[in-house]
């Protein structure tokens, strides 16, 4: 079974700031997708970046780019330029390419809480 | 882009009655929909997956006759917890997804139960 670990239950960062959230995972499969979530208080989920685990180019969304290490199993994502707004939770996920029931589900990490002080 | 709605956004009732929540996809047809389980301060937790006409498949664990979920037709999708508890509140999730390998994941707002 494939799981997901965030080893950061906090992280602070300081505005307009860089701060890199640290993700891991483990899996057999060869072909996946691999995400990260932010959670508002609001609680709805959004999506901040995605990553096909057949591309070797780092994904990139503006201020927020991932660090993927294949054969180490991380997925690392960095936020530049901190804004007050980029606090939240933060959640790393997985999911697999292969798709048949709850194959298309996504697997969750613990989360990082991310605090960004004025 | 898609949307995915759900209903009610927070419902408070009674030890041992019961509780619908429906999950709506908008603009698209969701083939498959997954329903997460909230606790504060903790990840989502697959509960279950539906898809459109058949039966559901549960997570270890979860219990089916306590959590019932229908998936009648392709753009809604509803769990009901039956004889709720206090130990069932909790925020409950569900996403939505055409179908497909590398079709997205859409998530409803969520619903926060509370069971007094």
């Known amino acids: 079974a494939q799981t997901v670990t965030q080893s950061q239950p906090e992280m602070s960062v300081q505005e307009a700031e860089t701060v890199t959230l640290s993700c891991t995972y483990d899996t057999s499969e060869s072909d996946y997708y691999l995400f990260w979530y932010k959670q508002p208080p609001s609680r709805q989920m959004i999506l901040v970046i995605r990553q096909e685990a057949y591309k070797q180019q780092n994904a990139t969304e503006n201020r927020f780019s991932v660090n993927f290490q294949k054969a180490a199993k991380s997925f690392s994502l960095k936020i530049s330029d901190s804004q007050l707004g980029d606090a939240a939770m933060y959640f790393c996920a997985y999911r697999s390419a292969g798709y048949g029931g709850s194959q298309g589900n996504l697997i969750f990490g613990k989360g990082t809480k991310l605090s960004v002080k004025p | 882009g898609a949307v995915v709605s759900q209903h009610p956004s927070w419902v408070i009732c009674k030890s041992g009655t019961s509780v619908k929540i429906e999950c709506r996809s908008l603009d698209f047809q969701a083939t498959t929909m997954f329903w997460y389980r909230q606790f504060p301060k903790q990840s989502l937790m697959l509960m279950a997956t539906s898809n459109e006409g058949s039966k559901a498949t549960y997570e270890q664990g979860v219990e089916k006759d306590k959590f019932l979920i229908n998936h009648a037709s392709l753009t809604l999708s509803t769990l009901t917890v039956t004889s709720a508890h206090p130990e069932d509140s909790s925020f409950y999730i569900c996403?939505?997804?055409?179908?497909?390998?590398?079709?997205?994941?859409?998530f409803g707002n969520g619903t926060r139960l509370t069971v007094t």
């Open positions: 996403s939505a997804t055409p179908g497909g390998a590398n079709s997205p994941l859409h």
